[in-house]
Structure formats: structure tokens, C-alpha cells
Nanobody, 119 residues
């Protein structure tokens, strides 16, 4: 059994910063690519950022230059540093990861954490 648990969401003023964390737990053999997605009310879920096991990163166009994804492989944790936040960043943020248990790999989602950017 694998769990992805996000933390760090909350209410922040425009221009502010937040740092999200997502820790994977369970009988994990290895973790491949890790992702952050977000979903705003009435909108489709969108990719925010991706990081490979080796540290190569990719960002959605709307967050480039403001958000930074990183990971600590020893802690099975991925982070999302969000700076210069805008009201349009308001959404539920979800962690996603490709995880191998024994010899079986599959994709897992966290439960989500709310980020609200408002004055």
C-alpha cells in the first residue's frame, strides 16, 4: 500500500509564497517521475511541474519562472516552491508519482491540498 500525502497549502496574498510538500510512504522500491497538478473550480486538471528521478524538470507555461519543483529521493518527497503567487493560481494542488513496489509499477495520486491566493 502506498500513500502520497501533501501539505503546505493555505491562504496567501497575491505576490506571496508557499511551499508544498508531498511525501510517499509504504513498501516502496523506487520512485520515478514525480508531478504536481492543479485543478481550479470548473476547470480541467492541468500539469504544473514534473521532475525526473535524476532531477530534470519541466514546467507549465503559466508557472515558469515563478514555481520550482524539487525532490529528496532519500525522503521520498517532492516539493513545489511557489513564488509571486497570483489569484489565478488558486486551485487544489495534487501530487502524482510513478512508484514501484517490488516489481510492479503504477501511478499514484495524493488527496490534494488547497491553495487560495486572495487579498
Amino acid at each position: 500500500q502506498v500513500q502520497l500525502v501533501e501539505s503546505g497549502g493555505g491562504l496567501v496574498q497575491p505576490g506571496g509564497s508557499l511551499r508544498l510538500s508531498c511525501e510517499a510512504s509504504g513498501s516502496i522500491s523506487s520512485i520515478g517521475d514525480m508531478y504536481w497538478y492543479r485543478q481550479a473550480p470548473g476547470k480541467l486538471r492541468e500539469l504544473v511541474a514534473k521532475i525526473t528521478r535524476g532531477g530534470t524538470t519541466h514546467y507549465g507555461d503559466s508557472v515558469k519562472g515563478r514555481f520550482t519543483i524539487s525532490r529528496d529521493n532519500a525522503k521520498n518527497t517532492v516539493y513545489l516552491q511557489m513564488n509571486s503567487l497570483k489569484p489565478e493560481d488558486t486551485a487544489v494542488y495534487y501530487c502524482n508519482a510513478n512508484i514501484v513496489l517490488g516489481s510492479i509499477g503504477r501511478n499514484y495520486w495524493g488527496q490534494g491540498t488547497q491553495v487560495t491566493v486572495s487579498s
